[in-house]
């Protein structure tokens, strides 16, 4: 069961007016929160939250938003849900509020993979609170750095930047990689309203931090050279740059770690667009193959659109022998596959993520 599908009728709408709740609000909320006094948890419990939400995680990097979510979904019913009206120490509260925000803002990751942006948005938010309730800057930072990514997909810049701006400005001590991780984005975004000359300084921010965070310990899952890269591509390609573009994700899928299959499937997909805008059919063709080579295993909204892009780019070229071979690959794999969500009224764009917290 996935308890969140009631509402699934109106969950491909987005709103470009979202508020981001504040503090006081938020604190006021979660202090009059009812609990169950004949239930106790201690630090056990918020180590499982953090494990489930690791395992669902990778299963969500490897086969998508349409087949983790509802374990995610329910998991946070029937689990975290209890867990946060029971009785604990403060420490062990705040640290189950944490969890339960970081499995939130994956949720809301997810929906919006599967194309429920609405969906996604209600996730976020309610992250969001959990985050400020728990005193957790990293985890309310990741989900503001999200919901820009959300935006930016859809073609909405100045949301977008509303919300990176929004993610940096709360996070004044920020290491480094942190420091990377939201100039990334906020150059991406600055790219889509078409300030140049901003984007550049925020992407050259994020170089000159990657290259301080690089110089350190690396930490699994973490914003990385692969993320820089594509935030790179994406720049350049919303600034007129497509060959700066095509080479800077290229760069960025030689050297992203392989276990991002739906990460895979996207950006080369993307690639294959880029280059096939550029003339070079045969390029395209062959990413575009590559990408087919993991799509089945992959259920995914945003994926669904690549696919149907390349459909719909390639069809024009269909008495070309390699095109032709590409769209008879592709057809018995369009079955019982949607067309992204057919409520959202917005083209959705490409946008990517490398692990549970450090969404690109």
């Avoid at 867990?83 to 949720?107: E, F, I, Q």
């Avoid at 073609?155 to 290491?175: D, F, K, Q, T, V």
């Avoid at 259920?299 to 769209?327: E, I, K, T, W, Y």
Wanted: hydrophobic share 40%; with cysteine; proline share 4%.
């Amino acid at each position: 069961m996935d308890p969140s599908r009631r509402g699934v009728l109106g969950a491909g709408l987005y709103s470009v007016a979202l508020t981001i709740p504040d503090w006081p609000d938020v604190i006021g909320r979660f202090d009059r929160l009812k609990t169950n006094p004949h239930t106790r948890i201690g630090m056990a419990e918020v180590e499982a939250v953090i494990a489930m939400t690791e395992r669902i995680s990778e299963i969500d990097d490897q086969f998508g938003g349409r087949t983790a979510r509802p374990m995610a979904a329910a998991f946070m019913v029937n689990n975290i849900v209890p867990h946060l009206k029971a009785t604990a120490a403060d420490d062990v509260r705040k640290a189950m509020l944490s969890a339960a925000a970081d499995h939130l803002y994956l949720t809301g990751y997810m929906a919006v993979d599967e194309r429920l942006d609405l969906l996604g948005q209600a996730y976020y938010t309610k992250a969001l609170e959990l985050a400020l309730a728990a005193g957790d800057h990293l985890t309310y930072c990741t989900t503001l750095r999200g919901m820009s990514v959300q935006a930016v997909e859809l073609g909405h810049g100045a949301a977008a930047l509303r919300y990176a701006n929004a993610a940096a400005a709360a996070s004044p001590e920020a290491g480094p990689r942190m420091r990377a991780f939201l100039a990334g984005q906020q150059a991406h975004a600055l790219a889509q309203t078409g300030d140049r000359t901003g984007a550049l300084a925020k992407l050259h921010e994020a170089e000159v931090s990657m290259e301080q965070a690089e110089s350190k310990a690396k930490a699994h899952g973490s914003y990385d050279p692969a993320s820089l890269s594509y935030h790179v591509a994406q720049v350049n390609y919303e600034l007129g740059d497509r060959e700066g573009a095509i080479r800077a994700l290229q760069h960025s899928e030689k050297v992203r770690p392989t276990v991002y299959r739906r990460a895979r499937v996207r950006h080369l997909a993307m690639l294959a667009e880029w280059q096939l805008e550029g003339g070079r059919l045969e390029e395209a063709v062959q990413n575009w193959n590559l990408a087919l080579d993991d799509y089945p295993h992959v259920q995914s909204g945003r994926a669904d659109d690549r696919f149907h892009a390349m459909l719909s780019a390639s069809r024009s070229h269909r008495r070309n022998p390699h095109v032709r071979g590409l769209l008879e690959r592709a057809h018995p794999m369009a079955g019982g596959r949607q067309h992204g969500n057919t409520l959202n009224p917005f083209p959705a764009k490409t946008s990517s993520r490398n692990a549970r917290g450090w969404r690109a």
